[in-house]
C-alpha cells in the first residue's frame, strides 16, 4: 500500500507566499516523477510543476518565476514553494507521483488534495 499525503494548503492574502508538502509512504521500491496539479471550481485539473528523479523541473507557464518545486529522494517527498500567490491561484492542490512498488508494479498516485484561496 502506497499513499501520498500532502499539508500546507491554508488562505493567504495575494502577494503572500505558501509551502506545499507531500510524503510519499508505504511499499515503495522507487520513485520516478513527481507533481503538482490543482483543480479550480469549474475547471479541469492542470498540471502546475514537476520535478524528475534526476531533478529536471517543468512548470506551467502561469506560475513560471513564482514557483518552485524541489523534492528530497531520501525522504521520498516533494514540495512547492508558491511565492507573489493571485486569487487565480485558487485551488485544490494535488500531489501525483509514478510509484514502483516493492512488487515491482508501476502505478500512478495521487494524493487527497489541499485548499489553497487565496483572497483579501
Known amino acids: 500500500q502506497v499513499q501520498l499525503v500532502e499539508s500546507g494548503g491554508d488562505l493567504v492574502q495575494p502577494g503572500g507566499s505558501l509551502r506545499l508538502s507531500c510524503a510519499a509512504s508505504?511499499?515503495?521500491?522507487?520513485?520516478?516523477?513527481m507533481g503538482w496539479f490543482r483543480q479550480a471550481p469549474g475547471k479541469q485539473r492542470e498540471l502546475v510543476a514537476s520535478i524528475t528523479g534526476g531533478g529536471r523541473t517543468n512548470y506551467a507557464d502561469s506560475v513560471k518565476g513564482r514557483f518552485a518545486i524541489s523534492r528530497d529522494n531520501a525522504k521520498n517527498t516533494v514540495s512547492l514553494q508558491m511565492n507573489s500567490l493571485k486569487p487565480e491561484d485558487t485551488a485544490v492542490y494535488y500531489c501525483?507521483?509514478?510509484?514502483?512498488?516493492?512488487?515491482?508494479?508501476?502505478?500512478?498516485?495521487w494524493g487527497q488534495g489541499t485548499q489553497v484561496t487565496v483572497s483579501s
Open positions: 501525483n507521483a509514478g510509484i514502483t512498488d516493492r512488487r515491482g508494479f508501476w502505478f500512478d498516485y
Open positions: 508505504g511499499s515503495i521500491s522507487s520513485i520516478g516523477t
